[in-house]
């Protein structure tokens, strides 16, 4: 059995994408004897009924953007607490080392001399995948695969591009924190030469039983409505196959119209 939560240690958990079933043992054996929680907005109510019943459990994350504490204020409780030689589990959605913050929190420890322990997460591009049955990489069309933020630091002024030149025809291009403005993200994406005819996928809370997914080509992207958060963008050709999915439940979907208008004519 994976050991219990250490006093006066802090552990980067990631909780995965939302499902219990996908966290590791690991993950769910900290959780359920650390003595502190502290967990992003993210992470749904499913997985903090795992916590320790008599931990101290804390929402230290964001909604649209908002804090409820600063980052600052996040390294202050997790040091505290463990100097008062609590456990403490900082409990991320997805993976701690993709877009968690955890260069952050973990600098702030070293710093402080606390003793830290990562603990990996199934991440959303992998669990979207697996959900959908969809590669992210095919030998015959996609042997790249890169991860990039649609959200950038406060302290950027001018934040770069998303995207730069063409998107390699190769390559499979996954964009967490898109933001709800898909057809700025077209536009973006369109104006630093991605093709037109990209297929593009939107997820919404992945591998969860809310799992929606929106494809079309890039050129048509920006009419997407995406699912509520948290919200991953996939680009690439080896996004086809959803598409074609995309296609089909349309042509279903004006069937059963044509047949109801037909019933009501009767």
Not at 59 to 88: F, N, W, Y
Not at 231 to 247: C, D, F, I, N
Request: glycine share 8%; proline share 8%.
């Amino acid at each position: 059995m994976s050991a219990p939560a250490q006093k006066g240690t802090v552990y980067l958990v990631g909780a995965g994408p939302g499902d219990p079933e996908l966290m590791t043992v690991r993950a769910a054996r900290l959780l359920a004897t650390a003595d502190v929680v502290l967990h992003d907005d993210l992470v749904p109510d499913e997985i903090i009924a795992l916590a320790n019943p008599h931990a101290l459990v804390t929402s230290v994350g964001k909604r649209c953007g908002r804090p409820r504490i600063t980052q600052a204020g996040i390294h202050e409780l997790m040091i505290d607490s463990a100097r008062r030689e609590l456990s403490v589990v900082r409990l991320k959605s997805g993976d701690p080392l993709v877009f968690g913050r955890a260069a952050e929190e973990l600098n702030a420890l070293r710093e402080a001399g606390i003793p830290a322990e990562v603990v990996p997460g199934v991440s959303a591009i992998f669990a979207a995948g697996a959900a959908l049955q969809l590669p992210l990489t095919d030998r015959r069309t996609s042997s790249k695969l890169i991860l990039i933020a649609g959200q950038h630091a406060a302290d950027k002024s001018a934040p770069p591009p998303l995207w730069a030149g063409p998107l390699p025809e190769d390559a499979t291009l996954a964009i967490y924190m898109p933001g709800r403005d898909l057809t700025a993200l077209a536009s973006e994406l369109a104006a630093n030469g991605v093709a037109a005819d990209m297929p593009c996928v939107a997820i919404s809370c992945a591998a969860t039983p809310r799992q929606r997914a929106d494809a079309a080509t890039l050129q048509n992207f920006g009419l997407v409505e995406p699912g509520p958060a948290p919200v991953l963008v996939l680009v690439g050709r080896a996004m086809a196959p959803m598409l074609k999915k995309a296609a089909d439940d349309s042509a279903v979907h004006a069937l059963i119209q044509e047949a109801s208008a037909a019933l009501a004519e009767q």
